[in-house]
Each structure stands twice: as structure tokens, then as C-alpha cells.
């Protein structure tokens, strides 16, 4: 159906008369006449009632109003969302984090974000690695942050950071005063330690190990926030990942550097096939610029 019928027929609803919305549309009032015609024939039902050139609807004219209405409002919000497109706004950021960093980090950078690009959506699905890998590999997200080494392919991958991690000692630990953790301590004292199937884990078994260190992990856990929280409450002390460590810190527990050195390598993972919006790009310098203040508060 013409789209001009509908149009004609919604400014006379408006104005109340053919002569005004002829003057709205810019057309004669033959041709809005027409356009009135048009619409009640292919509808098959009288609009308006004629009487010494008046037009009085009808009430099923007054229904039709009621819906043409709610597809101008429509109308009108794609028109103001492909404005904001055109300028690199209003899109939509889907991202997966892994929970070292989507518990916290992400939260924060989000709501810097917000402050200069409000009108941007973003969905923030807080993943293991793995699966974040899966969602990458599959094109399923716009990008995701996750710990390396990783084995699908599918994606770029952009190294976000190599900061190393830290040990949470409870600050009433003998070792609290120490200017540093070393896996020689870690032999003679409870250790709050992550799962079997960690990276980080991984990474210290293989240190301890090549030592000749054994270690006696009292409790395990698969993330770092609870873990942070048992060293708070004086359980034992852990090898953290520098951003919950940083950004959780309290007076209950003191961050020491750990030797050796294991870096927590985490990476930006983006889908090959989906194109990277100025609105991601922003977020990405957002990230960058709060990672900065992050790790500049890592014990030395």
C-alpha cells in the first residue's frame, strides 16, 4: 500500500481538514482528496463522513490513527538511531571478560565509558577463558579479554597485558613485613592456591616443581575474588592476579611482589569477521587508560 495514503490521511487527522493538510503536504486538495479515496477503497471502509466539504472520521479512522501513530514513533527512533550511527554512536558492544577481570576491572572502565558515550549499550558476560576463546572463534562477540596461551583460531589476538602476579599475605602474617614472597616461603606456610585446571595454577606447579618445592595448599578456589577474601580473613596466603589484587586491596592484606617473576598474559580477542566499531575502539583507549592506573599501584 502507498505510503502517501497513509500520510495524507494522518494530516487530516491532524489538522482536522483537507485544506490543511494539503497546505502540510504541499499538494492541492484534489490530490489529498484522492490520496483519502485511494486508502478507503484498498481498505474497504469509509474514514470520514463528507458533509458541504467536512470531513468528520470515523471511529475506525480514529483507530488507524492510533496505529499509523506507533509506526511514525518507530519511524522516528530508527531515523534518530541512524543519525547517531553516522555520527559513531548508538551501537551496541557485546564482550566476554574473564572474572579477574570482568568482576571489577570492566565495571569500572564501563562506567568511565558511560560518562562520554551514553548513548552506546554494552553487554558484559564475565566467562572463563575458555569459553570466551569458544565465543571469539565462533564470531559470537565483539571481542573478548581473556588469559593466553589459547587454541582456536578465528581471531585477533591483541596482548593486553603482562603484569605479574603478586602474593596476598593477611597482614598480621609473619611474612607481611617481608619486602617480597619468594617459593621458599610458600614451603613453610598455608597457601590459598586456585584450581587444578587454572593457568595460574599450571604455571605455579611448574615453578614449584622444577624448585623442588612443595607446596600445602589448605583451600582451593577457581577465582581470585574469593580467594583475596580467605587471605582477608586470615586463611593462608595466595599468588593473585594483579588486577583483583590492586583493585580489592584493604588494610586486611598486604601485596608483595612474587619471585619468580609469572605473568598474568591476558589478551584482547577479536573476531576476525565482525568489524571493530569507533564506539569498541573507544572502549578499548578506556581500557587502556584505567589498566594503566591499575597496574601503576603494583607492589615493587
Known amino acids: 500500500m502507498n505510503p502517501n495514503y497513509f500520510a495524507a490521511f494522518r494530516a487530516v487527522m491532524l489538522t ?3 485544506s490543511g493538510a494539503a497546505e502540510i ?3 492541492s486538495q484534489p490530490a489529498v482528496s484522492r490520496l483519502l479515496d485511494k486508502l478507503e477503497y484498498e481498505l474497504g471502509i469509509s474514514l470520514f463522513e463528507r458533509r458541504k466539504g467536512l470531513v468528520t ?10 496505529e499509523i501513530e506507533r509506526a511514525y514513533v518507530s519511524l522516528e527512533s530508527l531515523r534518530t538511531f541512524a543519525l547517531q550511527l553516522a555520527k ?3 551501537s551496541h558492544i557485546s564482550l566476554a571478560a574473564l572474572p579477574a577481570l570482568g568482576l571489577d576491572f570492566m565495571p569500572r572502565v564501563l562506567s568511565q565509558f558511560h560518562v562520554h ?6 553487554s558484559l558476560s564475565v566467562r572463563t577463558s575458555s569459553k570466551i576463546e569458544e565465543f571469539a572463534a565462533a564470531q559470537q562477540i565483539d571481542f573478548g579479554i581473556a588469559e593466553m596461551p589459547f587454541r582456536r583460531s578465528g581471531f585477533k589476538i591483541e596482548v593486553f597485558s603482562t603484569a605479574p602476579y ?3 599475605v593477611p597482614a598480621n602474617h609473619p611474612l607481611a613485613d617481608r619486602s617480597s614472597i619468594s617459593l621458599e616461603d610458600l614451603s613453610r606456610t598455608p597457601m590459598i592456591l586456585y584450581s587444578s585446571f587454572a593457568p595460574a595454577r599450571h604455571l605455579l606447579d611448574q615453578a614449584t616443581q622444577s624448585s623442588g618445592i612443595e607446596t600445602e595448599a589448605i583451600f582451593e578456589t577457581n577465582l581470585s575474588a574469593p580467594a583475596y577474601a580467605m587471605v582477608k580473613h586470615g586463611l593462608g596466603i595466595a599468588i593473585l592476579d594483579p588486577f583483583t589484587a590492586i583493585l580489592q586491596r584493604c588494610d586486611e592484606v598486604k601485596l608483595l611482589p612474587f619471585t619468580p617473576t609469572i605473568p598474568f598474559k591476558v589478551a584482547l580477542l577479536r573476531p576476525e569477521t565482525r568489524p571493530l566499531t569507533s564506539a569498541a575502539e573507544a572502549l578499548f583507549a578506556t581500557m587502556a587508560d584505567m589498566k594503566t592506573i591499575v597496574l601503576e599501584k603494583l607492589p615493587s
Open 16 to 18: 482536522g481538514t483537507v
Open 25 to 27: 503536504l504541499g499538494r
Open 57 to 66: 472520521p470515523t471511529p475506525q479512522a480514529h483507530e488507524l490513527l492510533t
Open 88 to 90: 559513531g554512536g548508538g
Open 117 to 122: 558515550r551514553p548513548e552506546t549499550k554494552v
Open 166 to 168: 603478586v602474593a596476598a
